[in-house]
């Protein structure tokens, strides 16, 4: 116990302390630097990173495309370990410096909409699906909407970074944070057990908010923490996690603005449908939906 940590009478940032995104993170915000964004054709402008609250939206749109809807979109890499999220003309469109953020040209005013959860909301009402219109269905959706965003800061900022990417491994945080993540997928799969989707007998945005999160992390595609976390124990969750990527918008969806893992899974900037089919056309397993490693 002599060794414990104790905290200084005033903190001060010590940059050298924070493992892998220490170069990154910092306690102020604001631009770092100048730097115009890019903008392509399309009303819909995404700047964005292939990160599961970045793969909300990207799979949004592609389900969006797949309803029919005129939501043709380009997506704009923001790579957040280089810094990109600080320059200048992202700041001016999120001061929060955090993705994903989007503008609609389509709108007299341009303004821009940050928070995924936000974004979402946003799409839905503007085309008129995956969100009911009102009643108990709405409110069911909403509840879940809002359960992803108080409970994945646990699952990433909390479990993800102390068992992945923390400097060095801690007992007592990884436990903590572990019992909590297995308490989120307990509360998944007792929901799933009776319902086709997250809020009940059809796909919302809520489906799309959590599976980036949750459902990637069951099918081994997030901390390789699939056996440490003992996934396979959740039927109802797998299950729903596997269905949902089938749908061709998850497969889409999930690779735009990303540039790690398989060739077939990287596309850092999205303007067309056919960028997507390009890079698809690339995976030797094409038929097997479920090749997420």
Avoid at 114 to 125: G, H, Q, T, V
Avoid at 160 to 173: D, I, L, N, Q, V
């Amino acid at each position: 116990m002599n060794n414990q940590y104790q905290p200084p009478k005033v903190w001060t940032h010590d940059a050298e302390s924070g493992g892998k995104w220490a170069s990154i993170n910092r306690p102020v915000s604001g631009a770092t630097h100048k730097k115009a964004l890019p903008v392509g054709n399309h009303a819909l402008q995404l700047y964005s990173m292939g990160t599961p609250n970045g793969q909300k939206i990207t799979i949004m749109l592609e389900e969006l495309l797949m309803l029919g809807k005129d939501a043709q979109y380009d997506a704009h890499m923001i790579r957040i370990g280089e810094g990109d999220q600080f320059s200048s003309g992202f700041v001016d469109i999120n001061p929060n410096s955090k993705i994903p953020a989007l503008i609609d040209m389509a709108n007299e005013d341009n303004a821009p909409i940050f928070e995924s959860a936000s974004i979402l909301f946003y799409l839905a009402e503007k085309f008129g699906v995956l969100l009911p219109k009102a009643g108990n269905k709405r409110t069911q959706v909403m509840n879940w909407l809002f359960w992803l965003h108080g409970s994945a800061p646990y699952l990433g900022g909390g479990f993800g970074h102390f068992y992945s990417y923390a400097p060095e491994k801690f007992e007592y945080p990884i436990n903590r944070f572990t019992m909590e993540t297995k308490r989120q997928l307990s509360v998944l799969n007792n929901q799933l057990e009776n319902n086709e989707f997250i809020a009940g007998d059809e796909l919302s945005i809520a489906d799309i908010a959590i599976w980036p999160w949750y459902g990637n992390l069951v099918l081994g595609n997030l901390y390789d923490a699939k056996e440490f976390l003992n996934v396979d124990e959740y039927q109802h969750l797998n299950r729903w996690a596997k269905s949902m990527l089938a749908r061709p918008s998850f497969q889409r969806g999930r690779i735009v603005n990303k540039n790690w893992g398989h060739e077939w899974e990287q596309l850092e900037n999205r303007h067309s449908a056919e960028d997507i089919d390009k890079v698809l056309a690339l995976n030797p397993n094409e038929n097997d939906n479920l090749e997420v490693k």
